[in-house]
């Protein structure tokens, strides 16, 4: 099972919860959370068509942060600088 799939089964769960809650308070908390669990099936659908890379890029150095007397001032590395 994807996880969007995992997101829609568990929006149907809450639907079902909801349709069967006498109480309008926890009704309307209940169709929060199909709503909440239908947008993260909808972004699980598009991020699993995009390739992530959760590596380290060769040669990239992390911009370091210095304060100064004046200012904050970022420095850039050398391979950055144009």
């Not at 099972?1 to 769960?13: F, G, K, N, S």
């Not at 079902?16 to 709503?35: D, T």
């Not at 659908?45 to 304060?67: A, H, K, L, M, N």
Request: charged share 30%; net charge positive; glycine share 6%.
């Amino acid at each position: 099972m994807t996880p969007a799939e995992h997101y829609r089964a568990l929006a149907a769960e809450c639907g079902a919860r909801a349709h069967n809650e006498p109480r309008s308070e926890y009704r309307c908390l209940w169709e929060n959370l199909v709503r909440s669990y239908r947008l993260l099936g909808r972004q699980a659908d598009r991020t699993s068509r995009i390739d992530v890379f959760y590596g380290q890029i060769s040669g990239y150095e992390r911009p370091r942060r210095v304060v100064g007397k004046r200012a904050d001032v970022l420095i850039l590395p050398r391979s950055i600088k144009a």
